[in-house]
C-alpha cells in the first residue's frame, strides 16, 4: 500500500487562488477591498514572523492589511481600546491578535472584545455557540483548514470513526463541533481524547481517521494506529537537530517515520496542516468583506 502525503501547500495556494479571483471581483463589482488588522503585543519572535507571514499573504491576494506592534508592557486598556476603534472601522473587516499576551493583558477579554461579525480567527464565544449549533459564523482556522484538507483528497468523515487527540479551544473543541454535525463532510463519530486519557491505544486503534493536537512532539506512534489509518498532524515542535544550521528541525506530534509504513494518508510538517491556517485566515475575512457572516 502507498501511502498518500496531504500535500498542505497544495491545497493552500488553491484556496488563495480562488481567493484572488473572488477578491479581484469584489473589488471590481463592490469596490470594496477585504481588510485585515493585526495587533502584536511584545517581541515573541514567532509571534512575528506568523504576523508578517499573514501579512504577507494580504499582499498577495490584493487585501488591505495593516500592522501595530505595541511594546510588551502596553496596558489592557490600550490594547481594548485599539480593538474598539477596528470594530468601528468600515474598512477593516477582520481582527486578529496574535497569542499569547503579555501576562497582564486578559486573552478572554481580548477576545470578547472582538465584533463577533470581524473576529476571523473564530474565538468569540458567539461564534463558537454558532458553531456548536451548526449555525453561519467564523470557524477557527486550523479545524477549518483540516476539512478543506480532507476535501481536496476526497476523505470523507462521514460515517467514520475519528479521533481527536487534544481539547484546546483553538483545534481539539472547534474540531469535534465541526466533525459531529449532520452536514456534508461532517457527521462522524468523533471521540475527543486528552492527556486525563486512560489506555489510548484502545481509542486511536479502532479511528479511521486520527486528528493529533496534543503539543508533544513525535508522541503518535504506529503502534496508536489500525492499518490504513488516516493521520492529520496538528503539532507544530522544535526539537534539537545539529545537523541543521538553525540547531533544530521541525516535528509534528506524529512519528512520522514511524508511522507512514501504516497509513492510507498522512500529513507531513512542516507542509501540511500549517499552511491551511493562513490560508482559511484569509478565506474567513473575505467571507467577513463579502457579508457572508451574519
Known sequence: METLILD????AQAIKNE?????FILKRDKTITPGLALLLVGDNPASKVYVNSKAKSCEELGFMSIIFELPANTSEEKVLKIIDEW???????????QLPLPKQISENKVIEAISPLKDV???????VGKLVLGLNGFVPCTPAGIIEIMKFYNINPSKKNVVVI???????????????????????????????????????????????????????KSEH???????????????????????YRLVGDVDY??????????????????????????SNTFKSANSEIN
Open 8 to 11: 498542505g501547500k497544495l491545497v
Open 19 to 23: 481567493l484572488k479571483e473572488k477578491t
Open 87 to 97: 470594530n468601528n472601522n468600515p474598512l477593516i473587516h477582520g481582527i486578529l491578535v
Open 121 to 127: 480567527d473564530g474565538f468569540h464565544p458567539i461564534n
Open 166 to 220: 487534544g481539547r484546546s479551544n483553538i483545534v481539539g473543541k472547534p474540531m469535534l463541533n465541526l466533525l459531529y454535525q449532520k452536514k456534508e463532510w461532517s457527521n462522524a463519530t468523533v471521540t475527543i481524547c486528552h492527556t486525563g486519557t486512560e489506555n489510548l491505544h484502545y481509542y486511536t486503534q479502532n479511528a479511521d481517521i486520527v486528528i493529533a493536537a496534543m503539543g508533544y512532539p513525535q508522541f503518535l
Open 225 to 247: 494506529l489500525k492499518e490504513g489509518a488516516v493521520v492529520i498532524d496538528v503539532g507544530i515542535n522544535r526539537i534539537e537537530d545539529n545537523s541543521k544550521k538553525s540547531g
Open 257 to 282: 517515520d514511524d508511522c507512514l509504513p501504516k497509513c492510507s494518508a498522512i500529513t507531513p510538517v512542516p507542509g501540511g496542516v500549517g499552511p491551511l491556517t493562513i490560508a482559511m485566515l484569509m
